[in-house]
């Protein structure tokens, strides 16, 4: 990271430290707040509020979090030249223990596009859906539990490996190794190896292991 991005990480970072501090005092127990440095994924967790939430701690990789975020979506249009924050929202996480969080994400970007920081929002779910069921069984009825969000963020994934895919090889090919490093560098790139099953999807994509993937991005960092 060159020295521009630093001092913009730096500057969004304070300002959203000081955020946090207002609303330690009034948010409440089962509400978590997260604020990722982004340019550290093995220890992205700058400050956190309430991180028994999701079982958290300052200095936790950016994959410690909650299963199926779909927060870090945003990180998909880094390197874009378009500095406008992206907010995610109204989605579902879960816990390691099984805990349902309802999460909203704020993605900020450095002037060139890339992804500096997040500000995340958690709120442990379980009082609400423990009510709802008691409500569903008074009423015996049962909505179904939709999860648009999430299907638009797999569709976006599957649509940016298919892109970096086939931007790399032509159709009825089979990828040589040499095509996959440089297909598995821009997947890196584009982030989408800090998202939860990013290896599982983009191994599913490229028709290998995961194992294949992992030694990939050990192959790339020793460059």
Do not use: W
């Amino acid at each position: 990271m060159n020295v521009e991005h630093k001092q913009q990480s730096d500057e969004l970072i304070r300002t959203l430290e000081a955020a946090m501090d207002a609303l330690a005092s009034t948010i409440a127990g089962n509400h978590e707040i997260v604020l990722h440095d982004l340019t550290k994924p093995a220890a992205s967790v700058h400050k956190i509020i309430n991180g028994h939430v999701s079982g958290r701690k300052k200095g936790d990789s950016l994959l410690s979090g909650p299963d199926k975020d779909t927060g870090f979506a945003g990180l998909l249009s880094g390197s874009t030249g378009n500095n406008r924050p992206v907010v995610i929202k109204n989605y579902k996480t879960v816990t390691f223990s099984g805990k349902v969080l309802n999460s909203a994400s704020t993605i900020y970007y450095s002037d060139a596009g890339e992804p500096l920081v997040a500000f995340c929002n958690n709120i442990d779910a379980t009082p609400y859906e423990m009510i709802r069921q008691g409500v569903d069984l008074l009423l015996n009825h049962q909505e179904p539990y939709p999860d648009d969000n999430a299907l638009a963020v797999d569709t976006l994934l599957a649509q940016t490996l298919n892109e970096i895919i086939s931007k790399h090889t032509l159709p009825g090919k089979k990828i040589q190794k040499a095509q996959r490093l440089k297909i598995v560098n821009d997947m890196r790139a584009k982030g989408i190896f800090k998202m939860k099953g990013g290896v599982q999807h983009a191994a599913a994509a490229l028709g290998v292991s995961r194992y294949t993937i992992y030694n990939d991005l050990e192959a790339l960092s020793e460059e």
